[in-house]
C-alpha cells in the first residue's frame, strides 16, 4: 500500500537549470497539491491539480514555475532558469477529492529538497 | 483569503501537558487539521475537526470551536519525541466541492527533559 512517493528526494541545480520535481499520489488519490516550505517557514499552496486540469494556482510565482498532472503517469512540478531563492523543500500531497470518503483526507509525500548553488 | 495565527515556539517538560493554539479568521471554512512535522520530514496528519467539541485519540485531543474561530492541540504525558513543529491548517471548499488547505506558520515544540 505505496503512499505519496515523490523523486527526487534531493536535487542539487546550478542559477539558470531547470529543475523537475514529480509526485506520484497515493492509490485511489485523483488528486495533488504541491506546497514550498522555505527553512524555518511554513508550508505556502502553490497549485491544486487533478488529472489533466488545474484546479488552482493561485500559489504559484508567474515566472518560471509550472505544474502538470498528465493523464498518465506522476505529477510534475517544473521550474526553469532557478535561482538561489528557490532553494526549499517542495511537498506534494494527494487526496481523493470531492468524491473520496473521506474528501478531507490528505497525505504527504516526502518531499524533495532543492539546493540551488 | 485565510489569516491563520499560532505561536511560533512552545517548550514543555517531558510528562507534562501542553496545549498549542491556533486562532484562523477564513469565508467559506470546512475543517481544520492538525498536522505534526519533524525537522526535515514531511508532515503527518494528526486530527481533522469540523464540528464543535473535542476529539480525543492517545495522548493528543484536539478541539475546535467555529463561532470564536479557535482551536487547540493539547498533547499530554509529553515525550521527548514529540519534540516537533505542529501545523494548524484550515480547510476551505471551492465550487465543486474541491478543498484548498491552508497552513499556519507552524507552532515549534520542544520537550525538556
Known amino acids: 500500500n505505496a503512499g505519496v512517493m515523490q523523486n527526487p528526494r534531493h536535487l542539487v541545480r546550478r542559477r539558470g537549470q531547470e529543475a523537475r520535481l514529480r509526485c506520484s499520489p497515493m492509490?485511489?488519490?485523483?488528486?495533488v497539491y504541491w506546497y514550498r516550505q522555505l527553512p524555518e517557514e511554513g508550508l505556502k499552496f502553490m497549485v491544486y491539480?487533478?488529472?489533466?486540469?488545474?484546479?488552482?494556482e493561485s500559489g504559484m510565482p508567474k515566472e518560471r514555475f509550472s505544474a502538470e498532472f498528465p493523464k498518465e503517469g506522476p505529477s510534475i512540478l517544473r521550474i526553469q532558469q532557478v535561482v538561489r531563492g528557490d532553494s526549499a523543500a517542495y511537498f506534494c500531497?494527494?487526496?481523493?477529492?470531492?468524491?473520496?470518503?473521506?474528501?478531507?483526507?490528505?497525505?504527504f509525500g516526502p518531499g524533495t529538497r532543492l539546493t540551488v548553488t | 483569503g485565510q489569516n491563520i495565527d499560532q505561536p511560533t515556539e512552545m517548550t514543555a517538560t517531558e510528562g507534562a501537558i501542553v496545549q498549542i493554539n491556533c486562532t484562523y479568521q477564513?469565508?467559506?471554512?470546512?475543517?481544520l487539521f492538525w498536522y505534526q512535522q519533524h525537522a526535515g520530514e514531511a508532515p503527518t496528519f494528526l486530527s481533522y475537526?469540523?464540528?464543535?467539541g473535542l476529539e480525543e485519540k492517545g495522548r493528543f485531543s484536539s478541539f475546535l470551536s467555529r463561532s470564536k474561530g479557535y482551536s487547540y492541540l493539547l498533547l499530554k504525558e509529553l515525550q521527548m519525541k514529540d519534540s516537533a513543529s505542529y501545523l494548524c491548517?484550515?480547510?476551505?471548499?471551492?465550487?465543486?466541492?474541491?478543498?484548498?488547505?491552508?497552513f499556519g506558520t507552524g507552532t515549534k515544540l520542544q520537550v525538556i527533559p
Open positions: 475537526n469540523v464540528l464543535d
Open positions: 492509490k485511489g488519490h485523483s488528486h
Open positions: 491539480l487533478q488529472k489533466e486540469n488545474i484546479i488552482d
Open positions: 491548517a484550515v480547510r476551505v471548499l471551492y465550487s465543486g466541492g474541491y478543498q484548498k488547505v491552508t
Open positions: 477564513t469565508s467559506g471554512f470546512n475543517g
Open positions: 500531497a494527494s487526496s481523493p477529492g470531492p468524491s473520496g470518503r473521506p474528501a478531507y483526507e490528505q497525505y
